[in-house]
C-alpha cells in the first residue's frame, strides 16, 4: 500500500510538473525536476493542453454573450497565448529569426538562442496572431457552440505532438537547452500522449452531447491526422536545417499546429459547416 501511494504521489508531481512548464495556471508547489520527473510529465502535456482549451471554450462562450465577434476573438486569443505565458509564441518567433536568415546552422542557432526578437520572428508573429484573432472571429460570428467546443481540442493535440517530436527528432544542441532535459523521452510517451489527446476530445465532444459516436470518432481521426502530418513535416523540414530540434521549434510546432488545425475548421465550417 506504500508502494502505492509513493506512486501516486510521483505521478501527481508530473502533473503539475506538466501545468507548471507549460501553463500560467498557479499551481504552487515545489518540485525538485530530474530527468525520471520530466519524462513523466510528458505523459500529461494534453491534459494542461485540455484545460487551456476549456478556460477558452468557457470564455468563449461567455464573450460571445457580450460583445461583438471581433472584440471577441481579440479578447479570447489574448487570453489563449497569456494562458501559456506566451512561451510557445516565443519560440515561433525566435524559430522564425533563426530559419529565416538564411545562414549556416550554426549562425541560426545562435541566433535562436538570442533573447532579442528580430524582424522576422516580429512579422511572422503578426502574421499569425493575425489569422489566429480572424479565424476565431469568424467561428464566433458563426453563433453556434459547436465550433467552440472543436477549437477546446485544438491545444491537447497541439501539445501532444510536442511529445512526438521530442521522441523522435534528435536535439540540436549538443548541450544545454531546454530541450536537452527531455533526452530520455521515447515513442511509448508518445503514445501514451496521443492516447491522452483522442480522451479529452471525446470528453468535449461527447460533453457537449451534439455528436455521434461515429462522427466524434471522425473528428477525432482527422485531427490526429493534421496534427501529426502537419508537426511530422515541419519538423522533419527544419531538422534537415538545423541537424535537430531544439526548445523553440517545440514551441513554434505547437503554435503552427494549433493554426493549422484552427485553419482547417474554418475551411470545414465555410465550406461544409
Known sequence: MRGFRLAVVEW????????????????PFALEYTDKLNRR??????LAGAVIGGIVLAAGLLLNDWFPAAISAILLAALWTMLSGALHLDGLMDTADGLLSHRSKERMLEIMKDSRVGAMGVIVCVF????????LAFLIEEGSAMPLVLIATIPAWSRSFMVAAI????????QGGIGSLYRSVRMKHAIASSLGAAFFSAVFLFAYGGWSGTEACAIILVSAAVACGLGAAMASAISRKLG????????????????GLL?????????LG
Open 244 to 259: 535537430g530540434l531544439t526548445g523553440d521549434v517545440y514551441g513554434a510546432l505547437n503554435e503552427c499546429i494549433e493554426l
Open 41 to 46: 510529465s510528458v505523459v500529461f502535456y494534453p
Open 12 to 27: 501527481l508531481k508530473a502533473v503539475v510538473a506538466a501545468f507548471q512548464f507549460l501553463t500560467r495556471i498557479p499551481l
Open 263 to 271: 485553419t482547417a475548421l474554418v475551411g470545414y465550417v465555410h465550406n
Open 128 to 135: 499569425y496572431l493575425g489569422l489566429k484573432t480572424a479565424s
Open 167 to 174: 521522441a523522435a527528432w534528435p536535439y540540436a544542441r549538443p
